[in-house]
């Protein structure tokens, strides 16, 4: 897997417009909100996992270093406590709730970008639910899911053909496809061309009195996994869902 995702950053940089089968839309100037504290306690593994979203951090693959730096896009509106985290082209059959009940509130949303000479992508993508150190992590559970070991064979996650992910909440994504009908996918996709970074791209999309958080994955369609970090307390601080960009399960240091 490692092999291929390096293979595509090369091509990537060899041939600007070797997957825009349309043209790019044109690269956003916006300052960025570019992650640079450390957090003050890293305890549970994989480190990665937080440590993606720190400017300066890298890591090598097939003996190619990326650099890794993190930004964050904006606040997401939670109400219901209940998130869902999907392929916004399928929210209408795959927008299921995650079993945990979260904070509600108004909580950041930040991504992690991995860069490899000029080209960029989506290595992570979190909402931070408190700054307290996260303790251990845990897969985000759909109903009728069982818990499985973190790093083992087995993985849950959502499908994405669309090259974009969402977080969106149970009370959100409601409003959204009553309001919408067909078209979620297209109003999404249209926010998102308005904040294109080199080959990532965002939006914080409001819709009456809800948003959402909409992001490119890594370099498109996979399964991607949704982790939910946990405090001291039990309480849930972190929900974050993972681009697959690096095997993080092969290395002891992470």
């Given at each position: 897997?490692?092999?291929?995702?390096?293979?595509?950053?090369?091509?990537?940089?060899?041939?600007?417009?070797?997957?825009?089968?349309?043209?790019?839309?044109?690269?956003?100037?916006?300052m960025m909100d570019t992650i640079k504290a450390l957090p003050g306690k890293i305890v549970a593994k994989p480190l990665l996992f937080e440590t993606a979203f720190i400017n300066g951090t890298t890591q090598t693959i097939n003996n190619k270093t990326l650099a890794l730096?993190?930004?964050?896009?904006?606040?997401?509106?939670?109400?219901?406590?209940?998130?869902?985290?999907?392929?916004?082209?399928?929210?209408?059959?795959?927008?299921?709730?995650?079993?945990?009940?979260?904070?509600?509130?108004?909580?950041?949303?930040?991504?992690?970008?991995?860069?490899?000479?000029?080209?960029?992508?989506?290595?992570?993508?979190?909402?931070?639910?408190?700054?307290?150190?996260?303790?251990?992590?845990?897969?985000?559970?759909?109903?009728?899911?069982?818990?499985?070991?973190?790093?083992?064979?087995?993985?849950?996650?959502?499908?994405?053909?669309?090259?974009?992910?969402?977080?969106?909440?149970?009370?959100?994504?409601?409003?959204?496809?009553?309001?919408?009908?067909?078209?979620?996918?297209?109003?999404?996709?249209?926010?998102?061309?308005?904040?294109?970074?080199?080959?990532?791209?965002?939006?914080?999309?409001?819709?009456?009195?809800?948003?959402?958080?909409?992001?490119?994955?890594?370099?498109?369609?996979?399964?991607?996994?949704?982790?939910?970090?946990?405090?001291?307390?039990?309480?849930?601080?972190?929900?974050?869902?993972?681009?697959?960009?690096?095997?993080?399960?092969?290395?002891?240091?992470?």
């Open positions: 897997m490692m092999k291929y995702i390096l293979i595509v950053f090369t091509l990537l940089a060899c041939q600007d417009n070797i997957f825009h089968e349309n043209p790019a839309p044109p690269v956003s100037n916006e730096y993190g930004v964050t896009i904006g606040k997401i509106k939670i109400r219901s406590g209940r998130i869902i985290a999907c392929d916004p082209l399928h929210i209408d059959e795959n927008g299921k709730p995650f079993t945990q009940i979260f904070p509600t509130g108004e909580f950041p949303v930040q991504l992690s970008i991995a860069k490899l000479n000029n080209e960029e992508s989506t290595a992570f993508a979190r909402i931070i639910f408190s700054n307290e150190p996260v303790e251990k992590w845990e897969f985000a559970l759909l109903e009728g899911q069982k818990p499985i070991i973190l790093g083992g064979e087995e993985m849950y996650g959502y499908g994405v053909d669309a090259g974009k992910g969402i977080f969106i909440d149970e009370e959100a994504s409601k409003a959204l496809l009553k309001n919408t009908v067909d078209s979620a996918f297209g109003v999404i996709s249209q926010a998102m061309d308005k904040h294109y970074h080199k080959r990532w791209k965002y939006a914080m999309y409001d819709f009456g009195n809800y948003n959402l958080a909409a992001f490119t994955t890594n370099f498109g369609d996979g399964y991607y996994a949704t982790y939910i970090g946990f405090d001291a307390n039990g309480r849930p601080c972190r929900l974050l869902s993972d681009f697959g960009l690096f095997d993080w399960k092969q290395s002891k240091k992470q």
